[in-house]
């Protein structure tokens, strides 16, 4: 059996899947290749490169340390000129691939101690471009390149962007793969956001993890046949908004704490063992969950969301 691990996008909410890895790794529940989008691209090649248990526990120390302006820095001369039509973008990779050669200790995706498969997008076509060979800096940058926020980066003659803009949540490249048993760890969105997402940045992030979730719904229903699919419970409800780093360790140890309690149910044999929404949804006053004008009840049992 090949065990895959996938890792969606997300923005700042990928401290949520280091929580989560945590989880499964101590559940001695260990992936064969790990495929990443976006953010998740940057969770994927680490533990790619360091697939255990200390692997993990180091992930989530990174993550605590990660600061807005390592990934979205106040650029205000480059957003003008990006406005302007100057420049291909608001804010250069600088500080984003200057974090990830702080941190990332293998300089191409081949090294890795296990597969793994990163997602980007062709500007030109808008093909998905599945990468698994070369610079791991660049493969992760253009990975992560939301599309006007980040420059396209050059890639074998292609212009690239962020994975998120064709398969945010690439189960179906795990199962093109091989991999007949995948653990999806979503990254979640803000279901119950505490205000509007502020600035241009933020309502792009916050669009670009609604579009994710609208996937991976379809992707639950297209491949939960073909393969023995768990979908990681995401956490729920959620105010935190992609563009906030300011929450990374409450995050990370409430994602530690739900999976371990979901994983600790499924192996005693509770399949469904606790509610949860994995589709898109909102939450009204009184602590009910809407989703398309209706109320639904929702719990995780490796699969979509059940209809009350």
Known sequence: MTTAFVFSGGGSLGSVEAGMLLALVEADIRPD?????????INAAWFAAHPNLEGARRLVEIWKGVQRNDVFPIQLVNGFLGFVGLH?????????????ARNLDVARLEDTEIPVRLIAADLATGQEVVL?????LDAI???CAI???????????????????VNNAPVSVAVAEGADEIWVLPTGYACAPDAKPGGALGVVMQALTLMIHTRLDVDVERFRDECDLHVV???????????????TEELIERAHETTSSWLGKRRSGRRRPGASVLGLHSHDPGGGVTRAGRVHVARHDDSAPATA
């Open 33 to 41: 290749l790990v495929v990443g989008a976006s953010v998740g691209s």
């Open 88 to 100: 291909d973008s608001f804010i250069t990779s600088d500080a984003l691939r200057a974090m990830l």
């Open 132 to 136: 698994s060979h070369g610079d791991a």
């Open 141 to 143: 940058v253009a990975s």
């Open 147 to 165: 599309p006007g926020i980040f420059p396209p980066v050059e890639i074998g003659g292609r212009y690239l962007v962020d994975g998120g803009v």
């Open 233 to 247: 419970p995401p956490l729920c409800p959620l105010a935190v908004l992609p563009v906030d780093f300011g929450h």
